[in-house]
């Protein structure tokens, strides 16, 4: 009888555990935002990544991660994920980007290229911050640190 209340207890603990969910920073879609910004203007984050990238997997699970910036991010900026080498069809401030193959199985989205390219190069991870207006008001190519990243944020809130 002791086992079976062992068991019990275990399978208790792994179903409560199973539906505590660890937070995240709140991510939109595109078409999302638009929306989103006709009730509450917000400056935009853009986070551009690839799935091969091992600085965009790395700054995601850290910088992205952190309790501060996932804070900020989620109370202050729309946030939005944009995978390079998305292959589906995304409409942003009334125009349709698409993604450009550029050789057997590779290319890159056009939004992407749009807005993370900086002197004619697109390199990753990129990060984009966008005003309410959507015009670009920070670029930058390359792995972000924590306290980068929150001085970032804090300097286009201004």
């Known amino acids: 009888m002791k086992?079976?209340?062992y068991i019990l207890i275990t399978i208790a603990g792994i179903l409560l555990l199973s539906h505590i969910s660890k937070a995240q920073v709140k991510a939109y879609s595109f078409?999302?935002?638009e929306t989103l910004q006709k009730n509450e203007k917000r400056n935009v984050v853009v986070f551009i990544y690839t799935n091969w990238c091992q600085y965009c997997q790395a700054m995601k699970s850290t910088t992205l991660e952190n309790g501060q910036v996932r804070k900020m991010l989620n109370d202050q900026f729309y946030y939005l994920a944009l995978n390079a080498?998305?292959?589906k069809d995304i409409r942003f401030n009334n125009k349709l980007f698409k993604y450009k193959p550029n050789g057997?199985?590779?290319g890159a989205h056009e939004l992407a290229e749009a807005l993370?390219?900086?002197d004619g190069k697109l390199a990753y991870p990129a990060l984009v911050v966008l005003n309410s207006r959507y015009e670009i008001v920070f670029q930058y190519s390359g792995f972000l640190h924590t306290k980068a990243m929150r001085a970032v944020l804090d300097n286009t809130l201004q």
Do not use: D, F, S, Y
């Open 116 to 118: 993370g390219n900086i």
């Open 3 to 5: 086992w079976l209340k």
């Open 31 to 33: 078409e999302q935002v």
């Open 85 to 87: 080498e998305e292959k």
């Open 104 to 106: 057997a199985n590779t």
